[in-house]
C-alpha cells in the first residue's frame, strides 16, 4: 500500500485512504483506487510516471493489463535512490515484482532495463501466463491457476 503515499492527494481537505470500520478493505481500495486513477487520467498533460502509478494502482485492483502499461515505460538506466529518496520512481516496478508469480531469475527490478533481454523476457512470459493469472484480493497478488 505504500505505493498510495505516491498519488494520495495532499493539501487542506485532501481525502486519504480511510475506508470505515466494517468496510470491506479490498472494495474500499478498488474504489479509492478509481477515484483517483479517473481524476488523474483526466488530465491531458498526464506524465509517464503518472501514467504507471495508476496502473500500478489499477494492477492491486486486479487488472493484469494495467502490467504492460509498466512494462511499456521501463527505465533506459538503472534508477539509483538516495536512501529511499525518491521511491515513487521505482514504485510501479515495485508493484509489477510483487504481485505477479515471476520466475526467480525475474525478479529482480535492478535488471528490468528497456530493451534488455530481461525486458522481452518479462513480456514473453507475461504473454505466456496472462490467462492463467488470477488476482487473489487477500493475498495481494495474482497467481497461476491451472496446468
Given at each position: 500500500?505504500?505505493?498510495?503515499?505516491?498519488?494520495?492527494?495532499?493539501?487542506p481537505g485532501a481525502q486519504g485512504f480511510a475506508p470505515e470500520p466494517g468496510d470491506d478493505i479490498f472494495a474500499a481500495y478498488r474504489a479509492y483506487a478509481k477515484q483517483i486513477a479517473e481524476?488523474?487520467?483526466?488530465?491531458?498533460?498526464l506524465?509517464?510516471?503518472?501514467?504507471?502509478?495508476i496502473a500500478a494502482l489499477d494492477l492491486l485492483a486486479g487488472h493484469?493489463?494495467?502490467?504492460?502499461?509498466?512494462?511499456?515505460?521501463?527505465?533506459t538506466a538503472?534508477?539509483?535512490?538516495?536512501?529511499?529518496?525518491?521511491?515513487?520512481?521505482v514504485a510501479p516496478f515495485v508493484v509489477l515484482a510483487?504481485?505477479?508469480p515471476w520466475p526467480d531469475a525475474?525478479?529482480?527490478?535492478?535488471t528490468w532495463i528497456r530493451g534488455?533481454?530481461?525486458?522481452?523476457?518479462?513480456?514473453?512470459?507475461?504473454?505466456?501466463?496472462r490467462n492463467r493469472l488470477a488476482w487473489d484480493d487477500e493475498a495481494g497478488t495474482y497467481r497461476l491457476i491451472g496446468a
Amino acid at each position: 500500500m505504500r505505493i498510495l503515499s505516491c498519488v494520495a492527494p495532499v493539501g487542506p481537505g485532501a481525502q486519504g485512504f480511510a475506508p470505515e470500520p466494517g468496510d470491506d478493505i479490498f472494495a474500499a481500495y478498488r474504489a479509492y483506487a478509481k477515484q483517483i486513477a479517473e481524476r488523474w487520467r483526466a488530465d491531458p498533460d498526464l506524465d509517464p510516471l503518472s501514467r504507471i502509478l495508476i496502473a500500478a494502482l489499477d494492477l492491486l485492483a486486479g487488472h493484469i493489463d494495467a502490467a504492460n502499461e509498466i512494462l511499456d515505460e521501463l527505465p533506459t538506466a538503472p534508477i539509483k535512490l538516495d536512501h529511499g529518496a525518491g521511491y515513487c520512481l521505482v514504485a510501479p516496478f515495485v508493484v509489477l515484482a510483487a504481485v505477479l508469480p515471476w520466475p526467480d531469475a525475474l525478479k529482480n527490478t535492478a535488471t528490468w532495463i528497456r530493451g534488455s533481454e530481461t525486458e522481452q523476457a518479462l513480456r514473453d512470459w507475461l504473454e505466456a501466463h496472462r490467462n492463467r493469472l488470477a488476482w487473489d484480493d487477500e493475498a495481494g497478488t495474482y497467481r497461476l491457476i491451472g496446468a
